[in-house]
């Protein structure tokens, strides 16, 4: 078997399926507030049920629990799920809720990208059947806020979810890109081995680094955002996903593009 055959493609979603925070022009457009601001309203609503709490101090707490989000999911590779960070909030403030309001309150959070939905990264729509015919598709993804359950819903209201057939999100797998787990779990789920992978992503980091690790390539996608191509280390790079079926033939054959 060639060492340049290419059975799956994965693919990350914020910014590489999904356009990141294109919801919120949306948002503003129906006189809603930020996602940031909302959910921070949210926590204190469910706690002025029961005692009294400033906005302030609410909001203090909820960023110092978003810093230390960032740290673990950057350092240590792990995706607290929404549950878990409210709870860091409420530990901050001292502060507790009934399990049936804190299962509400999560709820609010997990579903706010699915009442109002962001936006299709531009081509993904015309891409994926065309290559859902050559190759198995894949889903690598950290989850912020939207848990897996959620983005499985979201890709199934654009409907696109029965292009993938394997979904690998870090609230489920316990782990986070570029962790190797999360890559060798997706070609476990894809029935291929984890070489014959090219994962497509916009982080260096996370989409490049985390398919290096594991013998697979990666493709940096540009299209919504372009976090470093000049300095990437991907196999390579994807401005449009009109090219990328050309770009995966060139790899095919051993090519760098």
């Not at 792990?78 to 299962?103: C, D, F, S």
């Not at 997990?110 to 598709?137: F, N, S, W």
């Not at 409907?159 to 986070?176: H, N, R, T």
Request: one cysteine or more.
């Amino acid at each position: 078997m060639s060492k340049n055959r290419i059975r799956a493609i994965t693919f990350d979603l914020w910014d590489t399926v999904i356009v990141d925070d294109s919801d919120e022009p949306k948002r503003k457009a129906m006189g809603l507030a930020s996602k940031k601001v909302t959910r921070r309203k949210l926590v204190r609503e469910f706690l002025e049920k029961h005692e009294p709490i400033d906005q302030e101090k609410v909001n203090l707490a909820y960023d110092t629990a978003d810093a230390a989000f960032r740290v673990v999911w950057y350092e240590q590779n792990v995706t607290w799920t929404v549950r878990q960070r409210i709870g860091v909030v409420l530990a901050g403030l001292g502060r507790q809720l009934p399990e049936e309001e804190l299962a509400k309150l999560v709820r609010c959070h997990e579903t706010m990208e699915l009442e109002v939905k962001p936006d299709l990264v531009p081509g993904v729509e015309k891409a994926l059947p065309i290559l859902a015919e050559r190759y198995k598709l894949g889903v690598i993804s950290d989850a912020i806020f939207t848990p897996g359950w959620a983005l499985r819903e979201m890709l199934a209201s654009y409907g696109l979810a029965d292009y993938f057939k394997g979904f690998v999100f870090s609230d489920e797998a316990g782990a986070s890109k570029p962790e190797p787990k999360t890559f060798n779990e997706a070609a476990r789920l894809l029935g291929v081995d984890v070489k014959e992978i090219v994962h497509i992503g916009d982080r260096e980091e996370k989409d490049i680094t985390g398919p290096h690790n594991v013998g697979a390539r990666g493709i940096l996608l540009t299209t919504a955002k372009d976090r470093g191509s000049k300095s990437t280390r991907a196999e390579a790079v994807c401005k449009r996903y009109e090219d990328l079926p050309a770009i995966l033939d060139r790899l095919e054959k051993g090519e760098k593009s």
